[in-house]
């Protein structure tokens, strides 16, 4: 497992996945980011069934400026 950044289309499917992790965890709410050392099941189940996208691990998912 390696850190990697999931990009949600909203904030409840980033909350419901949080739930299912069992290690820490970064979420911005602000870009709808989680950032975590995540398992490729983990990953392909939060593409599957809450629309996340495998983003690049920047400083800028952890700040308050809107992704482009």
Do not use: H, P, W
Not at 8 to 28: E, T, V
């Amino acid at each position: 497992m390696e850190k990697q950044t999931l990009k949600f289309d909203c904030l409840i499917n980033m909350a419901i996945f949080s739930r299912q992790l069992s290690s820490g965890y970064l979420m911005n709410t602000n870009n709808f980011t989680l950032t975590s050392k995540l398992s490729e099941e983990q990953i392909t189940a939060a593409k599957t069934k809450y629309n996340a996208v495998v983003i690049e691990t920047t400083d800028k998912v952890f700040s308050y400026e809107v992704l482009g």
